[in-house]
């Protein structure tokens, strides 16, 4: 062992000592061991050590954390390497020569090092030196070498396993079976000892070998554990270097003699020998196979644990496409056992992935509305995986081209077991958000009404209830989407009872507030504030019987619709006209009305028909449907028919108004002849120009003699004024006055004669009686004032 460097501080030599060689060994700046002499524990430790006779070792630890602490015994688990300082007897270390008082070295992290080293070092050289067993019987002395060999076989196997290797123990006397051999073909005997050790070895191999090719992948499952595929990558290439170790072994030398010492002495043990070798070359052609097809899986596999798993989807069509040409090509994977292992273990990589993707830490804490959503992406994802597999399986066929089909025999259910539970997890927590969301509503709603009051407080208590329930349910500390730990489903069932309690309460609540709404427009506001909540299966069992007296209801509503057209109906054929708004011409006032009646009936029929309820296929909705329908057809019919009725008469109407003198007498006073015809025609046009169902289909007579309704305004206006003027001067003038204005009077005469036998509407020389109101009246007043 390498001594310690010298002190190089004043202090205690004995601990420079130490210190000096822990910083050497374990390669660390002094500034390390500065700081375990600064805590006072470890001090204390330290002289316990040096002052005391006890303990007697004490062993300086390099933790996770890179910090030295010094222990009075060795660690059950190292993680680096450590130091060891043993007294040599149970004595104070002296300050001047300490090391010689102390036996020191170094741990390695794995114990078993150790121990071999302790086996190899120490106990086999010791007890197998021949000095040592002077005086021994003979008996005794070959139990003893027997014994440590199987401790150093023993100890070798042990430190294979944890390396991953089978350890062939080698027979006592090993070194002898090369002269045996030789000698046994030159015909000399065999010792018995040595071939019985042989036998001996041959049987623990079979044991060990067996073992070997007992092991499976599908043990990755056991005690509950969720391997992914790179567990099975890793069984196939430890598989592999483990088999080979094992062939390496068997192909030595000096196996190869003593497999010739059991064959030359027809030993019993042979046909055992030779069979394990053959199983040994046969695991080890199919595990390298196997090997080297699942690395063509391995960058797949890869790809998927480095791909966001929201974007995975197109990595599933690959993946499976590479499945099938392995389970086609492979002589020793296409097994369903084993491809079964496969599938399940990519099951476990993907439910890893989602998990990850969801963080259950944070699921509930997050955004309801955006986790519900991922939930279902995540869902919709599963389900592409489990449809991949599907489409997979069913084209399976194909890969085998001008060969027999090999199919995947094994039931989907048996290996997407775990998928399909953590589905169900998924769609129950789905199913909390979708009652969270829905309850959530309820802090917004607001009754009407002269309960209302009473009603909403109600529906708020409801609402504070069920926060303390969703707070209590979202506070678990476990991991939620786990789909192997039940205590979820055993909260969510609590959960799910209270929730039940919680509808109940509602639905009572709900069906009181239908109650004391009068009219079906705040029925259906009260349905569309409520929303999804009256989709929940108990307070839609209790609210269903409301449905039944909104169709009786709607029913009463057609009934006064149909009397209201039956009898606008009878009032038309009696009397020539409906009965209509005061400030509407009669056709224009007429479908007006019957388009105000059918919306009085259409806006609830349809919020009836827009409720996501079975109650619309009963067999009564369906013949207020009917009815609806054939009473929107007769006032559509209706409708028509009037307004054809209409147009048919509007060319004769204007033909013969528009051809009217636009001047008349009615005994001596002069009078406009403009008819009320077609003044309420253009009324009419007015009013219709803005009606969507008919505004296309006036007729162009109409339009055009709108288009003059500005030009006949003016002419109505300046003859009105005309009229006037000319009734004044006829009727208050003095005989005086009027014959001041005699000879003008007579020339408007002259023009009022020609416009009583000459000019109609349609006439375009109408202009210069535009003006004429105005001169007569300026003449009127000029004479007036001339005779003042």
Known sequence: MDQPGPSTTNQDPRIDFIGSYVVKTLKLKPEKWMRVLSIEEHRSTLKDFLDKPHPILLVVVLTHAAQLVPVISFPCYLKNKAVFFVKKRPDVVPKERCAEMVIFGDLAPRLIDELAALVDEVFVPMLSNPLNHEGWPLVVSQDILKQIHNLKSTVYEVKGKVNGQTVLPMPVGVELVYEAEKGLLRGEEVDLYLKSAIEGVVIKWAQQINDVMMEDSSQAFENGQNP??????????????????????????????????????????????????????????????????????????????????????????????????????????????????????????????????????????????????????????????????????????????????????????????????????????????????????????????????????QIRDISAEFDAYFHSFASKSYDVLDPDDDTFNEDFKIFQENIIDLDLKLSTVLVESFDNCSTLEGIFKLIDIVGSVLDRPLISNEFTAKYVEIIAMLDEEINICEELFKEQCHRLQKYGHMEIDAFFPPIAGGLLYMTTLAMRVTKPVSCFKNLQHPIKENEDAVKLFDRYDQLMKDITDFKRKYFNEWTVTIPKIIELNTNNTILARQGSDLVLNFSPEILELMKEVHHLRNNNDFKQDLPSECLELFGKQETYRQYRINLGITIDWYNQIRKNSQKVEFDLVEDEIKAIDERIEMAQNELNWNSKDMNPFSSLGSKLGQNTISGSSSSN
């Not at 998927?304 to 197109?314: M, V, W």
């Not at 990595?315 to 496409?321: G, K, Y």
């Not at 099938?324 to 994977?333: I, L, N, T």
């Not at 309850?439 to 709603?445: D, H, N, V, Y």
């Open 228 to 457: 992914l595929p790179a567990v099975e990558l890793a069984f196939w290439k430890s598989r592999l270097s483990n088999l080979n170790y094992i062939y390496d072994q068997l192909r030595t030398d000096r196996v190869r003699c003593m497999a010739v010492i059991l064959e030359k002495t027809t030993s019993a043990y042979y046909p055992c020998f030779s069979r394990l070798f053959k199983n040994i070359v046969s695991a080890l052609a199919e595990a390298r196979e196997i090997d080297l097809y699942l690395k063509t899986l391995e960058k797949h596999f890869q790809a998927l644990e480095d791909t966001d798993f929201t974007e995975s989807q197109p990595l599933f069509r690959p993946l499976f496409h590479i499945i099938c040409m392995v389970w086609r090509d492979s002589k020793y994977y296409c097994s369903s056992s084993k491809l079964m292992v496969l599938i399940k273990q990519i099951c476990n990589l993907l439910i890893h992935q989602a998990k990850k993707c969801l963080d259950p830490s944070t699921l509930f804490h997050s955004d309801i509305d955006e986790a519900r959503q991922r939930i279902q992406l995540t869902i919709d994802i599963l389900k592409n995986f489990r449809s991949t597999f599907d489409y997979f399986k069913e084209r399976l066929p194909k890969y085998f081209v001008d060969r027999a089909v090999i199919p995947w025999t094994f039931h989907p259910n048996v290996v997407f077991e775990r998928m399909n539970k953590f589905l169900d997890r998924l769609n129950t927590i789905q199913w909390f958000f979708k009652t969270v969301l829905e309850f959530q509503k309820l802090e917004k709603i607001e009754i009407g009404g002269m309960k209302g009051r009473v009603l909403g407080g």
